[in-house]
């Protein structure tokens, strides 16, 4: 949404995630440059995306906003609303496949304009999100995926840290 000469028109228009629809994105993350113009306005450019039709699935799931600072209160209301989603889940020939977004470890300095939403530990965030996604009644497929005798979901899942390549919970 940000960093191109369109987004200018964004917050007037909103058709890059429309576009984006049209195109088949299915789920978009969001990341640093979304927050070029502070978070207010990232959530100008969404509601007016969303006033124009179908948006893709849009995410982001380590934000963490400010209760005595009301600079968020906009784009932490599009997540109360569910129009942005910590996960998702998307159906492609009969095969689910979650998602979730996180923002690196370097996010707050190379966001600074995100303030004063911040940016949790993307380890804490990522296993909250694998483990909603593994509770989610969506899914009962692949490796190590079934109901247990108590009816309950189990999955084998893993996090990769994308700088060191080390896996494993």
């Not at 890059?16 to 450019?45: C, R, W």
């Not at 039709?53 to 600072?69: A, Q, W, Y």
């Not at 690196?104 to 804490?124: H, I, N, R, Y």
């Amino acid at each position: 949404l940000m960093g191109t000469i369109y987004h200018y028109m964004e917050e007037y228009n909103g058709f890059q995630l429309s576009l984006m629809k049209d195109m088949g994105y299915d789920v978009v993350a969001i990341g640093n440059h979304e927050f070029d113009y502070g978070p207010k306005k990232l959530a100008t450019i969404i509601e007016k995306s969303v006033e124009n039709g179908p948006v893709p699935d849009l995410m982001l799931t380590n934000i963490e906003f400010d209760s005595d600072n009301t600079g968020d209160d906009e784009l932490a209301d599009l997540f109360s609303k569910e129009i942005i989603v910590r996960t998702s889940v998307i159906e492609k020939s009969g095969i689910r496949i979650g998602f979730f977004s996180l923002m690196g470890e370097d996010a707050d300095e190379v966001a600074p304009f995100a303030v004063p939403a911040t940016f949790g530990k993307q380890l804490k965030y990522a296993k909250a999100a694998v483990k909603e996604l593994e509770d989610s009644h969506l899914f009962n497929a692949g490796t190590g995926s079934v109901f247990t005798s108590e009816g309950k979901h189990e999955m084998d899942a893993s996090i990769m840290d994308g700088k060191t390549l080390n896996a494993g919970l």
